[in-house]
Structure formats: C-alpha cells, structure tokens
C-alpha cells in the first residue's frame, strides 16, 4: 500500500530564507507524488506533482520539489521564503489505478516569521 | 466562477440531526470525489464517482453516510444521526481523466 510520512508537523523560518519541508514516501511502484498547500479557509492548492518524468519538479510561487528513489524522498524546497507561503502543507501520493484516488500525509504548518 | 463549489460553508447542528452537503464540480470533470479532514490531520478519502456511478467507497464511509450524484453532475453528501465525531472538514474534489480541482470544504461542527 502507498504512503506519505510527513518528518515535520511545524516548520519555522524567517522571510527570505530558505524552506524545506520533509516527505518519505513508501509505495509498492514507481509512484505519483504530490505537494499540495492548503490556506486557512481556502481550498486545496497543488504546488507540484511528479509523474516519473525528470526527478527535479519545478511547482508554482518558486517551490520545487527533487524524488530520490534511493531515499524514498520526496522533499519541498524554496531558496527564499516569503510572508504569503505561511500555510499547511501536504506531501501526497496516489494510489494510481482506475480510482486514482490521492493518500495524504499529516501536513506540515509552516511559519514565517518577519 | 469554474471552480468546485460547496455549500454551505459552515454547518452547525445538533447531535442526532441529520445534514447534506452539496458539491458542484468543474462541467466537463467526469470524475467527483469526497474526502474528510479532521483537525490536524491531512484529508481522507471517502467515496468517488465516475459520472453517476459510486464506485468505491471508504470504510470511513459508516452505513450513517450516503453520497449521490445524480446524473452524473453536482454531487450530495448526507449524514444521518449526526454523532460528535463526525465534525471535520468535507471536502470535494472533481476531475477530469487525470489531476484534481478541491473545493474550499463544507466545515461540520456537531454539537
């Protein structure tokens, strides 16, 4: 069965700089893997996805995100934090198949402090 | 607005009440999903849709919890006998063959 361990619940920096929040994965194929942000009261945000092309993945608002086989990582990076990335982050992988349905870590919260 | 909507977007009620959440997908997404989120803890799956057909269905999803889709286009969850562990956040996603669009939750509070 897939799944996401999250390292972090609260990750805390200060504006400008750099981000990383820290994701295992465990699945039983080459899987599909996720961030997705989520801002109080508003709706699930993809940031990037990795679909087993390069293993490098550049997201939206400057985040990227490298999958190591060799590790069973799947770490979000950003070289300079910024007021507006404070939020819960969630490292995700689908179980693939006809349901593709998505399996969620714990979320990291994420504080930038000025 | 093209996005997924839900209604309401908050939900009080009492235990033992019953409520129905609506989710009105992207048009084109053939694809509708449900998940649950509870306070610190990431979203889990409930139930999917393909067009109108459920095909598969969480065991978080108790015989209390029903899910439609009548017609293959917005998409209704009810909860029968509200219980107290039941207060989260339900979301709905919808997509197309592949890649997921939420919508900003429908927020259960069971007093």
């Known amino acids: 069965a897939q799944s996401v361990t999250q390292l972090d619940s609260h990750v805390s920096v200060s504006e400008g700089t750099p981000v990383l929040l820290r994701c295992n994965y465990s699945s039983s194929y080459s899987p599909s893997l996720f961030w997705y942000v989520q801002h109080p009261n508003k709706g699930l945000q993809l940031l990037l996805k990795?679909?087993?092309?390069?293993?490098l993945v550049k997201g939206i608002n400057g985040f990227e995100a490298e999958f190591k086989k060799s590790e069973t990582s799947f770490h979000l990076t950003k070289p300079s934090a910024h007021m507006s990335d404070a939020a819960e982050y969630f490292c995700v992988v689908s179980n693939g198949g006809a349901t593709n349905k998505l399996i969620f870590g714990t979320g990291t919260l994420l504080a930038v402090q000025p | 607005d093209t996005g997924v909507s839900q209604n309401p977007r908050h939900k009080i009620t009492k235990r033992g009440q019953n409520v129905t959440f609506r989710c009105d997908p992207i048009s084109e997404h053939n694809r509708l999903y449900w998940y649950r989120q509870t306070l610190g803890q990431g979203p889990e799956f409930l139930t999917y849709?393909?067009?109108?057909?459920?095909?598969?269905k969480s065991r978080l999803l108790s015989d209390r919890f029903s899910a439609e889709r009548p017609k293959g286009s917005f998409s209704t969850l009810e909860i029968q006998r509200t219980e107290q562990g039941d207060s989260a956040m339900y979301l709905c996603?919808?997509?197309?063959?592949?890649?997921?669009?939420f919508g900003s939750g429908t927020r259960l509070t069971v007093v």
């Open positions: 990795y679909t087993s092309a390069a293993t």
């Open positions: 849709f393909q067009n109108e057909a459920q095909l598969e």
């Open positions: 996603a919808s997509s197309p063959e592949y890649g997921y669009t």
